[in-house]
């Protein structure tokens, strides 16, 4: 199990590093076993890098790792860490996939940071496990196995599996673990070297507080917001979410004017939109599907939408997949007021920033946005 002392010092870690690797969950899950060593005056850990091919690897930060070798040989460690990061969920290597079973066989003790759990989850080793993955992953990791138990922890272990969230919580998965091999004291000086100033338990939350994130303290604004993240699949009406934070509408409407700029209809289908474009750019669901689980299910409901003008368009790959999926349900639709708001929900979920500032009638970035739509 993940955390148990190892069969023989020093312990014997592979890393097994994918492209576009996130470098900041890398290295804060391989600093802490530096600085074990250092403070212990002890060689408590060693660690190794391979990559699929044995080839030198990039981040996604571009910056380049030369590898001892290739996944073949992470054969007979007992803990094998798979680290991912930008389009982890895209990653199909069936010769990693192979590998890492080979290494579960052989019973070794295997975890992911960051988008990670995509490729474990590919690999059919996260069947009966539970995992957690970044928060931005969240949504489509789970639309892609639904069967896999899937938490919002900062990290989790589950007997011989262990998955983290990545950024700095790969940090705190391993200060925990050298907690439970070595003991609290050592664990909190190698904190202490990171003027890292508490480590943070796997029930603490991946992403910042409302309060911080979005720069106001009013708690019932807070309360609405927190209302219409828990509930975008089915929204709440405007009365709802009102009463429940016990405003009236104007009252609220007056809030979100005040502090966010914006009305809640706005912020609401705002919030529904991120979602929806991080489903159709981490998973093949169809476009129908994705407004479904982000709660347009008619037109009225993406009325917001219609009209709203494009700013800049993600990339040229992204709306050669948005044409093709939803050229095919243009073709079948009879009904032109679902073809006017599917198009236009695929060009708010095309854009970078949100349908909110105007680029000026009728203008658009040179990539799109989608006029073949009407061809």
């Known amino acids: 199990m993940f955390g148990s002392l190892p069969s023989k010092m020093p312990q014997q870690i592979a890393f097994?590093?994918?492209?576009?690797?996130?470098?900041?969950a890398f290295t804060s899950a391989v600093e802490p076993l530096r600085l074990a060593n250092r403070v212990s005056g002890r060689e408590l850990y060693r660690w190794h890098l391979y990559s699929p091919d044995g080839a030198p690897i990039s981040a996604s930060n571009g910056i380049q790792l030369t590898p001892e070798g290739a996944v073949d040989q992470i054969a007979g460690y007992e803990t094998v860490v798979l680290c991912s990061g930008v389009d982890g969920h895209l990653f199909d290597d069936k010769a990693v996939f192979a590998a890492l079973r080979r290494a579960?066989?052989?019973?070794?003790?295997?975890?992911?940071?960051?988008?990670?759990?995509?490729?474990?989850?590919?690999?059919n080793m996260l069947n009966g496990y539970r995992c957690t993955i970044h928060w931005e992953n969240l949504a489509s990791f789970s639309e892609n196995f639904p069967e896999i138990e899937t938490?919002?922890?900062?990290?989790?272990?589950?007997?011989?599996r262990f998955t983290c969230s990545g950024g700095t919580a790969a940090l705190d998965m391993m200060l925990n673990m050298i907690s439970q091999q070595h003991g609290h004291e050592l664990a909190a000086a190698v904190s202490e070297q990171f003027i890292h100033e508490r480590i943070r338990d796997r029930h603490d939350h991946q992403r910042m507080a409302l309060t911080a994130r979005l720069g106001v303290r009013h708690p019932k604004l807070i309360q609405v917001i927190q209302l219409m993240e828990a509930n975008l699949e089915e929204p709440l009406s405007r009365s709802q979410l009102a009463d429940a934070a016990g405003l009236s509408s104007r009252q609220m409407e007056r809030l979100f004017s005040k502090y966010l700029h914006?009305?809640?209809?706005?912020?609401?289908?705002?919030?529904?939109l991120n979602r929806a474009r991080l489903l159709l750019l981490q998973t093949?669901?169809?476009?129908i599907d994705i407004a479904l689980a982000c709660g347009f299910v008619s037109v009225s409901a993406a009325g917001p939408l219609i009209n709203a003008p494009v700013v800049r368009v993600t990339s040229i790959a992204f709306v050669d997949r948005a044409r093709a999926i939803v050229a095919p349900i243009i073709r079948q639709a009879s009904n032109i007021r679902i073809v006017t708001t599917v198009i236009n929900l695929i060009n708010s979920l095309?854009?970078?920033a949100l349908p909110i500032a105007s680029a000026g009638p009728g203008q658009h970035d040179a990539v799109g946005p989608f006029p073949a739509f009407y061809e």
């Open 262 to 272: 914006r009305s809640p209809a706005r912020y609401y289908v705002e919030l529904r």
């Open 104 to 123: 579960d066989r052989q019973g070794a003790d295997i975890g992911a940071l960051c988008t990670g759990s995509h490729i474990l989850a590919r690999a």
């Open 16 to 24: 097994l590093l994918v492209p576009n690797f996130s470098m900041i």
């Open 151 to 160: 938490t919002s922890e900062l990290f989790e272990i589950d007997r011989n």
């Open 350 to 352: 095309a854009c970078d």
């Open 284 to 287: 093949n669901m169809s476009v």
